[in-house]
């Protein structure tokens, strides 16, 4: 299968040549400031998120939104349905927990928070 024309990297003066939006070295970089911007990632990392991630995931092992389109894919990400943006105690709300295949988390996650370009726009539910 024929392949796209490389084209510039969007990095303002960059003229490496890509097949993406970014070359290697700023593709990092970009990356790398998109992470700094989280600031929940301590919640993550700790051991009580990794336990209650596990209680979920065994509760439920189906990706519920594979399950209302009719497949059965096994779960591998657990997801705040409601957007926590910081709040502790929605974060760790069980109620608020959902079990995920990694392609629709991905998905629901870059719809919501915008890093697929649509930045400051929140889908509701």
């Known amino acids: 299968m024929p392949r796209k024309p490389k084209r510039m990297c969007s990095y303002p003066s960059c003229p490496e040549l890509t097949e ?7 593709q990092k970089e970009e990356t ?3 992470n700094r911007s989280r600031k929940y990632k301590k919640l993550y990392n700790s051991s009580r998120w990794q336990r209650l991630r596990k209680k979920v ?5 189906l990706c519920v939104e594979c399950e209302k389109n009719g497949r059965l894919t096994s779960a591998a990400v657990v997801d705040h349905i409601v957007p926590h943006h910081g709040n502790e105690a929605l974060f760790w709300d069980e109620d608020n927990l959902q079990s995920l295949c990694k392609s629709c988390h991905d998905r629901k996650t870059a719809k919501e928070d915008g890093r697929w ?6 889908y509701t539910y």
């Open 32 to 34: 790398k400031k998109y």
């Open 20 to 26: 993406i939006k970014y070359c290697e070295k700023h």
């Open 57 to 61: 995931l065994a509760k439920q092992p």
């Open 117 to 122: 370009g649509r930045k400051n726009k929140v």
